[in-house]
């Protein structure tokens, strides 16, 4: 049974009527461009095979009711009621549209998308949300619809959840491309979408979830959005410099850095695809590693360890993905290599004491859609 399919199943179950219709958008993994959307920077993600379904049927009466295993059920006044918690990322999106004619909804979410794990699992909730309001109030949908409804989606996640996310996340849910990342210019939200199959090369994007959850409400986050924000007051907008500024502030300065390298390392990593050489994303995908761990400082041991240990049993290159402070590891290797690169990352853990990764493969997937 799909995930679409159980969110259908649950909803009945839950609210005893069908529901209007199913959604679903995908959770993501980013090949490079970290912490630079923020900053109007470039990023490459691509979407998971993984997604989160939502099963819709709207209300009349202002009321919002949610269901998914393993959270507290909501239901709150929408026009009276602040909506916290994970009931957020939902109440969030109906506020940022302010979809004319709305009213209530019972929603039911059935998702196979990590949660914590750095696979923007919120993204995938929002999305989900958005197309589905979209699709029963009529609103547009097309490509430049899908990039309002992310514009959105972010509102949502910044103004009423509170966390100061870029946008990346919410566009590539929105707007992937099976078999294709996605070249996201984040100042004017420009998408290209650049052909992607490493399976044909024999290659796997392997997944490595240490296990060691984030949350980007937590502040740091946050700290390093305003860092960032700090540096581009000084030297001007970032992603237009060619090479890093001279700040006198050394934080600042390690900060500018990454943001400025790591930009460069997407376009190196957009030439590499276009040339079909695969395998060349290793080394790009280390030095990104290595300038959010030393100059960002968004990584942890856990991190560190799992690319470490995926670099010694054989992957090209590894880097950690998504916020920091937790989450996964990418690993780009050989297919024939994986289960040798997941054994040593267990072994890594289990010697530092740490939790039992998990893995998955990335496959680029397609965006939001209707189920």
Known sequence: MTVCERAARVFAEVFGID???????????????????????????MALPHVTAVAVRTRSDGRLRL???GFDPVDADLFGDRVDGWGGYVAGVAWALDVPGFTGADIAVVSDVPVGA?????????????????SLYMLPSDEAGRDALARACVRAENEYVGAPTGGMDQQIALRARAGHAMLLDCADGRAEHIPFDAQTHGVTVLVIDTGTGHR?????????????????RRAGPLRDLSSPPALDDTVLRRRA???VTEIARVRDAVAVLRAGAVRDLGPILDASHRSLRDDFEVSCPELDVAADAARAAGAFGARMVGGGFGGSVLALCDTGDVPRIEEAARTAAAGRGFPR???????????????
């Open 19 to 45: 529901p209007d219709g199913v959604w679903c958008a995908p959770g993501r993994v980013n090949l490079i461009g970290e912490h630079v959307d923020y900053a109007g920077g470039l990023c490459l993600p």
């Open 67 to 69: 269901h998914s295993d």
């Open 118 to 134: 750095g696979l923007s699992s919120s993204a995938a909730l929002e999305a989900a949300t958005a197309l589905a309001f979209a």
């Open 216 to 232: 980007l409400v937590d502040g740091r986050y946050g700290d390093r959005r305003a860092e960032v924000d700090a540096a581009a």
């Open 257 to 259: 850095r990454h943001v």
């Open 357 to 371: 990764p998990s893995f998955l493969e990335a496959v680029p997937s397609s965006g939001a859609r209707r189920c």
